[in-house]
């Protein structure tokens, strides 16, 4: 008896990071632009490049989708995630870090359609992707320890 296997079996998950930047308030966030997760609101982020640091690929996808530069970055929780995408399902470990706004002029750039500061209340009714609410709420009470629980079965978000 022949099993078909998948493709993906032998490839290790993708790398990626996203930063939940808390300034005066609120939160920074990115409405994504295209899929799978188009539409949704989450923290700014994407794959890490070869030969780039988590950090590294901090300041840079935050600078391309938002304009916005980061300072003391700090990790906060590894997600598991996985994508239906064209070429089959992928993998994803998405590295969620907070981060200090640094300046910039904000804007929506690269994959963001949009990019906006949110307070708690306006995110609530917003849809978000993946752990973003819970992980913003922890933020704001102070909280930087990772999630009691996530919900490993939602689309990443690159």
């Known amino acids: 008896m022949r099993t078909e296997e998948n493709p ?4 290790p998950p993708v790398r990626a990071v996203s930063a939940a930047i808390f300034h005066e308030g609120r939160f920074l ?12 609101y989450a923290f700014p982020g994407g794959r890490i490049e070869p030969g780039e640091t988590p950090a590294e690929a901090v300041r840079r996808e935050v600078m391309e989708e938002t304009g916005a530069r980061v300072a003391s970055i ?19 470990i998405l590295s969620v870090h907070s981060a200090a706004y640094a300046g910039g002029t ?29 992980i913003a ?9 990772p999630c009691a629980g ?7 978000g690159k």
């Open 8 to 11: 993906n079996d032998h490839h």
């Open 29 to 40: 966030l990115v409405r994504r632009g295209r899929a799978p997760a188009r539409g949704l």
């Open 74 to 92: 700090a990790h906060i929780v590894d997600l598991a995630l996985s994508s239906e995408r064209e070429e089959g399902r992928v993998e994803f």
């Open 106 to 134: 904000i804007m929506a750039g690269d994959d963001a359609d949009m990019a906006l500061w949110l307070t708690l209340g306006e995110m609530a009714q917003l849809p978000l992707a993946g752990s973003v609410y819970e």
């Open 137 to 145: 709420q922890r933020i704001a009470a102070g909280e930087q320890a």
């Open 150 to 156: 996530h919900d490993s079965s939602r689309q990443a």
